[in-house]
C-alpha cells in the first residue's frame, strides 16, 4: 500500500478502522447488485458511484483488486419480511414478457448505466439463476441443524447463530418493520431458505430442491456467490444502509451456518446512505422515478451526478434536487474548462510542485473515502498558477483514477447533453453560431439578434459573456 494508511468505517463494529486485507496481495470486495426486474433509479445508483470509490481508492493504494458485483434475477421479494411476490415473476405478470428476456434488458440498462457514470467494471458479475444449484447445496447443509421446513418453504431459525441482527443494531429487528407475515413461523425474524410454489402455481423460474419445486430466497444468493469468487472470508461486503436492517443480518446467519462459526464472512461491511428526493419520484412504486436516463433526457450528463454523489460523505443522506444537480454541472463544466486552458497552455517550465495536492487527495480518501474533501483540493490544484499546466495534468491523472470523472479527457462538447425536447443538432447550432459571430464582427447587431432569437425558439440559450467560456446550452 502507497500513501497514508486507509481507514474505513465498520457497520459491523460502528466504528472506523485501519483497513488491512487478509491477502496482502488481493484485496476482495463484495457488493450487493440491482434486482433486474425494472431500470435502476438514481437513488440505487448512488451505491455504485459509493463502491467505485472504494474499489478506485484500493487500487490507486496499490491492491490488486477482485470484485464481484451480483445480479439477482430471481428471489427477491416485493417485502423483506417473506411477503409477496418474487419481484422478477410479478414484473412478467405485469408485462405479459418472457421473464428471461426481461432480465437481460434491464441487466444490459444497468451495465449501461455503470459505463455512463464511469464506474469500472467489476471482475465477476454473476448472475444468480446460474448458481441455484450451488444455492441447493448451501441449503442441504444447514438444513438440518439451522432450518425447518414449512408447507411453503424452507425457513431458517435465527436463534440457532450467535447474535442475530448485530450488524442491524438489534437482537430483535422487528423494530426494523418485520412482521410476522407466515403461519408456522418459529420468530418473526426467521427469513426463507427456499420458496416453495404453490399449489396449482406454475413459475417462470423454478427448481426442483429437497424442500419441493420453488426457487430460492434472496438472500441465500449472495452468501453463496460471495463465497464462490472470494472465498469464505473475504475483506469488505458493500450495500445500501437499507440492507443494513435485513438482508446483510440475514446474509450473516446464512455464512455462520454455514462454516459452523461466528465469522460473519467479511471483515467490514460498509453502507451508503440514502439519496433523498422529497418529490417522491425515487421509489419504484412511485410509477415515475428518476432514473439516469431520465436526467440525460433533461441535459444534464451522467458524470454531473457523479459529482453530486462526491459533494456529499457516502455515509450522509444526500437530497437530490435539479438545483443541485445543475450546480454540480456547473461545478463538472468550470472543471472541463480548466483542464483545456491547461491543455492548451502546454507549458513545462519548473514551478512549484503538485505534490502538496496528491497528498491532501491521498489525505482525504484514506479518511474513509472524504470525497467531499478531495474536490476542493482539486480545485485548488487548477488554479495554482505556480504549478506549471503539465504538472497539473499530472496530477490531474490522480484524481482522475480515484474520482472516477476523466477530466483528462472529458471535452466541453461532450458534455452537450441534448435534452429530449431540444429540435436543433449541435451541427446546426455550431453553423448558426458562425453566422452571428460573422455578424457581430460586421457591427450587424440585428442580423446578430436575429440569431439568437432563432435559437432561443429552438431552445438554445446564447451564452455571451459567460466566464466559462462556453457559447450556448440546452436548458433542462
Not at 414449512?150 to 442475530?164: I, K, Q, S
Amino acid at each position: 500500500m502507497t500513501g497514508a494508511p486507509l481507514i474505513l468505517y465498520n457497520s459491523l463494529t460502528r466504528e472506523t478502522a485501519p483497513f488491512h486485507p487478509l491477502d496482502p496481495d488481493n484485496v476482495r470486495i463484495y457488493s450487493c447488485g440491482p434486482t433486474v426486474y425494472n431500470y435502476a433509479h438514481v437513488g440505487n445508483l448512488r451505491a455504485y458511484v459509493f463502491t467505485d470509490t472504494l474499489a478506485r481508492t484500493i487500487a490507486w493504494k496499490g491492491w490488486n483488486l477482485t470484485h464481484v458485483i451480483n445480479i439477482t434475477d430471481v428471489g427477491h421479494l416485493t417485502s423483506d419480511a417473506d411477503a409477496g411476490d418474487d419481484k422478477m415473476e410479478a414484473a412478467a405478470r405485469a408485462s405479459g414478457q418472457d421473464i428471461w428476456a426481461i432480465a437481460r434488458h434491464y441487466t444490459d440498462a444497468f451495465k449501461q448505466n455503470l459505463a455512463d457514470l464511469n464506474i469500472r467494471a467489476p471482475t465477476y458479475m454473476p448472475l444468480a439463476t446460474d448458481h441455484v444449484a450451488e444455492m441447493i447445496a448451501w441449503g442441504e447443509k444447514i438444513a438440518e441443524r439451522h432450518c425447518y421446513q414449512l408447507a411453503d418453504g424452507l425457513y431458517f431459525d435465527t436463534t440457532t447463530v450467535p447474535d442475530y441482527g448485530r450488524l442491524a443494531g438489534a437482537a430483535d429487528d422487528a423494530a426494523h418493520g418485520r412482521i410476522e407475515t407466515v403461519a408456522g413461523k418459529r420468530h418473526p425474524q426467521d427469513f426463507a431458505i427456499w420458496r416453495a410454489t404453490p399449489a396449482g402455481e406454475t413459475r417462470q423460474m423454478e427448481w426442483d430442491s429437497p424442500w419441493g419445486r420453488g426457487a430460492p430466497g434472496w438472500h441465500l444468493e449472495c452468501s453463496v456467490m460471495a463465497a464462490k469468487y472470494l472465498g469464505p472470508s473475504f475483506d469488505i461486503h458493500t450495500g445500501g444502509i437499507d440492507h443494513r436492517e435485513i438482508h446483510h443480518p440475514n446474509e450473516i446467519a446464512q455464512n455462520q451456518a454455514h462454516c459452523e462459526c461466528a465469522d460473519t464472512g467479511a471483515t467490514f461491511w460498509m453502507h451508503n446512505n440514502f439519496l433523498v428526493d422529497r418529490t417522491g419520484k425515487m421509489s419504484k412504486s412511485s410509477g415515475e422515478f428518476l432514473t439516469l436516463s431520465r436526467l440525460m433526457e433533461r441535459g444534464f450528463h451522467p458524470l454531473a451526478y457523479r459529482v453530486m454523489c462526491l459533494q456529499a460523505h457516502y455515509r450522509s443522506e444526500l437530497e437530490f434536487s435539479w438545483e443541485n444537480l445543475a450546480a454540480a454541472q456547473v461545478r463538472l463544466k468550470r472543471w472541463v474548462h480548466a483542464v483545456e486552458a491547461l491543455r492548451a497552455r502546454g507549458e513545462t517550465a519548473a514551478g512549484a510542485s503538485a505534490a502538496t495536492y496528491r497528498e491532501q487527495l491521498d489525505a482525504a480518501l484514506s479518511d474513509d473515502l472524504a470525497t467531499p474533501r478531495a474536490l476542493p483540493a482539486l480545485d485548488a490544484l487548477l488554479a495554482d498558477k505556480k504549478v506549471s499546466p503539465a504538472d497539473r495534468l499530472v496530477a490531474l491523472a490522480d484524481f482522475d483514477a480515484v474520482l472516477g470523472l476523466g477530466l483528462s479527457t472529458l471535452t466541453r462538447d461532450a458534455l452537450r447533453v441534448r435534452p429530449a425536447t431540444a429540435t436543433i443538432d449541435e451541427a446546426g447550432i455550431a453553423d448558426r453560431l458562425t453566422e452571428r459571430r460573422a455578424a457581430r464582427a460586421a457591427k450587424d447587431f440585428a442580423r446578430s439578434d436575429a440569431i439568437r432569437d432563432e435559437l432561443a425558439a429552438a431552445g438554445v440559450e446564447v451564452m455571451d459573456g459567460d466566464p466559462l467560456g462556453w457559447d450556448w446550452k440546452l436548458p433542462a
